[in-house]
């Protein structure tokens, strides 16, 4: 198959950024998206010009390394898939395809399509761990959960922190990485010692980092390659109001 690339190309947050042509003739259907990049820069390295800069890492999609916009959508148009996992038959031959880097005032442009996501992990170091000090870990056997919580607990720990969220968000809002965060730990009874510093010091943290607001568009949960659930938002919300009355009726 041949296709025709329409890339972004930039070369830090600081200069500005244009589009640029490629084309690629008879390229494997099978193979994937990030080997047809891989192809595209041997070439361009061939010619004594500049690859083009993105994201990978493991390329097994559960590392949340890679991540752009391929014709306006976060991974590419398959579905719970991400960029790294997505496949060129999913294209059609001569198909035109735009790759650009995630759009959001806290995704700074590194270079090309790869962007500063530091933002996330500050979050994280927020508070998105259990503390050492809070008590002798028992044995996890021991501990009674209700199926549905850990249920729901895993669903949610199973955010790979790509970003693919904020850049579907018209407001760039990072509400459904943030309450993945806490809702898998607010669920579970090792989270319960910190739950009410835990959301308050992240949602603090992620409105610091210039995150926009939620308005419940749903293009969060529609585009996250792991398919979270945007009922972790509603738990994020309910954990946040419980934080802030709790606050209140200490100073009271």
């Not at 933002?119 to 761990?129: E, H, P, T, V």
């Not at 995150?211 to 954990?239: D, H, M, V, W, Y």
Request: net charge neutral; charged share 25%.
């Amino acid at each position: 198959m041949n296709i025709n690339l329409k890339i972004w190309r930039q070369p830090s947050d600081k200069k500005d950024g244009k589009l640029h042509d490629y084309r690629l003739e008879n390229v494997d259907p099978n193979i994937s998206f990030l080997e047809m990049l891989d192809i595209l820069n041997n070439k361009l390295v061939k010619e004594k010009k500049d690859p083009v800069a993105f994201d990978h890492d493991c390329r097994e999609g559960i590392c949340g390394s890679c991540g752009f916009m391929i014709n306006g959508r976060p991974h590419g148009p398959q579905k719970a898939t991400t960029v790294c996992q997505l496949h060129m038959r999913s294209f059609n031959d001569e198909d035109d395809i735009l790759l650009e880097p995630f759009r959001a005032k806290s995704f700074g442009v590194i270079k090309d399509l790869s962007v500063d996501r530091k933002s996330f992990d500050r979050i994280i170091s927020a508070s998105g761990f259990v503390s050492v000090d809070t008590g002798k870990a028992e044995e996890a056997n021991y501990i009674p959960i209700q199926k549905s919580n850990a249920d729901e607990a895993f669903l949610s720990a199973a955010c790979i922190g790509c970003g693919a969220c904020v850049a579907a968000c018209k407001n760039s809002s990072a509400m459904l990485f943030t309450s993945a965060k806490v809702s898998h730990l607010a669920l579970l009874p090792q989270g319960e010692v910190e739950q009410a510093d835990r959301v308050n010091k992240m949602v603090a943290t992620m409105d610091a980092e210039g995150f926009g607001a939620c308005t419940n568009t749903g293009a969060c949960s529609a585009e996250c390659p792991k398919e979270i659930s945007q009922t972790n938002i509603a738990r994020l919300n309910r954990e946040f109001v419980k934080a802030q009355l709790g606050s209140f009726i200490k100073k009271k």
